[in-house]
């Protein structure tokens, strides 16, 4: 592809969306499908961990700058968990809805008053030449009762905002403003902007 071209080191579409609008204009975004390789385990035991993990293998299987997450929901009734495992919480394969419908069960008896959370995000970028810089965000809020809203993806039709609204009755745009992972990002972007600045140097001459 002709052009600077960030890799993000996942197969999820949404995650390329919400990447999109924090990195600079005329830069490509590929995923781990574009490029035919498989993701390396999600071996850790932190969101940052993982998320440099996963940065590192990408840029060293390409040669290209990588950047990768790892986030996961925090119930505070539930000791912190799913955490790490909130997109395995209900086992493989990996399915949305079950790991909505576990959690649930597992809060069946937590009062709403009780059920505060949060959203945990690590993003991690990493260069062919072994530099990674890592960049956090967390969004707080509480889990509801049963799914409201068909946006967004993961656990967002249960995690409630202090206005009421679940994080999948938001739109895109009000997502980036507020998402744990748009908050990593913020902290990311100027990391992307000035790799590339950099890059673009080394071309010209």
Known sequence: MAGPTLLLATSNPGKRLELQAFVPPGIAILTLKDVD????????????????????????????????????????????????????????????????????????????????????CA????????????????????????????????YDALFRLSDGRTMAELTTDQKNRISHRARAYEQIAPVIARLFTVESRREQS
């Open 37 to 120: 390789i498989v993701p390396p385990p999600e071996d850790g035991a932190s969101f940052v961990e993982i998320a440099c993990t996963k940065a590192t293998f990408a840029a060293n299987a390409t040669g290209m700058i990588a950047i990768a997450d790892d986030s996961g929901l925090e119930v505070d009734a539930l000791g912190g968990a799913p955490g790490i495992w909130s997109a395995r919480y209900a086992g493989e394969p990996t399915d949305d809805a079950r790991n909505r419908s576990l959690l649930l069960t597992n809060l069946a008896e937590v009062p709403e008053k009780d059920r505060g959370a949060r959203f945990r």
């Open 123 to 154: 993003v991690a970028v990493a260069t062919p030449d072994g530099v990674v810089t890592v960049g956090e965000g967390f969004c707080a809020g509480s889990i509801g009762c049963r799914d409201v809203g068909t946006n967004g993806f993961g």
